[in-house]
């Protein structure tokens, strides 16, 4: 297919453009009509160049999900007209990405959108959205099924489904950030209180144990004052690195609480866990509480502000990326 088309086209580090290209970026055996995509903080450090995320040879299309309709398909398992969602896998990183309108893609970690939920819906909560759910399963793997929960980085796109989530699931939500203008949000959202965020100042290796459990958005010093706040056995799930890598701490709450700390890595997530966390999401977020969660509804044309804005602190949250357009 040579279907001359728009996609966003990082030209070296922290360069790009929009352009019209002929064929699809990538390779893979499905080919897909791309509807939405999403900016995540990765996104922002591709796009921007403040770090090195793509692992490819430039020029590149960028974009960590992408979800859309099958145009063509080498594989039994897709037919054309089906709806599919990509996250992670190497998708924008190794893979030509989903700022595009047209794709093929790899088959690895394609899905097919749950029945019952629009292609829309699906790429609010895109890689946020199942980072949030695979985060909250751990939880419960680990006996976590109620009682009081920290989220770090409440803000985020991460933070802000994962608060969703938590209040439907009936969980008692903190949502700890620092944007004070989204506190409102959060609350909108199910949040049972909101606090500024945390972080290791005088802390010592136990503090009073107030949370079961914890999903850390945030990681660096918020990841390093929760722990000493967990309760015996509680769980913390950690995905994010914004607010630093480093993890200062003790073995004091592991050894004489029992809590466990699990990293969640939505990228190389296993293909059943993204099935078991796709159907959930679809029974717990309908789609006016989806729209609830955008913050704003963008062009391939504005990709690069959000980016430049998110890397200032300046635009947390789902931003959605509507391809539609002339091609
Ligand atoms: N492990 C995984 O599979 C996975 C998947 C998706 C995302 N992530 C990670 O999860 C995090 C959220 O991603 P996203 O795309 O949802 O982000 P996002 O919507 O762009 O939000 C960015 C978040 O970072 C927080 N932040 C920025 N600088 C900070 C600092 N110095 N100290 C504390 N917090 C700070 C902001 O909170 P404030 O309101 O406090 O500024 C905001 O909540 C990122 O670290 C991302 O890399 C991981």
Not at 3 to 16: D, F, V, W
Not at 225 to 240: F, I, Q
Request: proline fraction near 4%; glycine fraction near 12%; charge should be neutral.
């Amino acid at each position: 297919m040579k279907q001359i088309h728009k996609a966003l086209i990082l030209t070296g580090l922290g360069q790009c453009s929009i352009a019209r290209i002929s064929g699809p970026g990538g390779e893979g055996p499905v080919l897909v009509a791309v509807e939405y995509s999403g900016i995540n903080y990765k996104d922002a450090l591709a796009v921007t160049g403040m770090a090195k995320i793509v692992r490819a040879s430039f020029p590149f299309i960028p974009g960590i999900d992408l979800a859309g309709t099958v145009l063509e398909s080498d594989l039994e398992d897709y037919k054309p007209g089906e709806r599919v969602v990509l996250t992670g896998g190497g998708l924008g990183e190794r893979y030509s990405g989903g700022y595009t309108q047209l794709q093929a893609v790899p088959s690895k970690y394609l899905l097919k959108i749950p029945v019952g939920m629009s292609t829309r819906t699906c790429m609010i909560l895109g890689t946020a959205g199942l980072t949030a759910m695979l985060s909250i399963m751990v939880l419960e793997d680990h006996g976590v099924v109620d009682g009081e929960i920290l989220v770090t980085g409440a803000s985020s796109g991460v933070g802000m489904i994962a608060v969703t989530l938590l209040a439907s699931l009936g969980y008692t939500v903190i949502a700890s950030c620092g944007s004070t203008h989204l506190w409102h949000k959060l609350e909108g959202l199910g949040a049972s209180r909101t606090i500024n965020r945390i972080s290791t100042d005088a802390d010592r290796p136990l503090m009073h144990a107030q949370y079961d459990g914890v999903v850390d958005a945030a990681g660096g010093k918020a990841l390093s004052a929760a722990l000493p706040r967990v309760r015996v056995h509680g769980c913390v799930a950690a995905s994010g690195n914004a607010a630093g890598a480093e993890l200062n701490t003790t073995v004091y709450p592991f050894i004489l609480r029992g809590i466990t700390l699990t990293g969640i890595d939505s990228n190389t997530a296993p293909v059943e866990d993204r099935r078991v966390a796709w159907e959930r999401l679809q029974q717990l977020v309908s789609e006016r509480k989806a729209d609830q969660l955008l913050m704003a509804t963008v062009s391939l044309e504005d990709i690069a502000s959000v980016c430049s804005a998110k890397i200032a602190g300046k635009a947390p949250g789902r931003f959605l990326v509507s391809t539609a357009g002339e091609m």
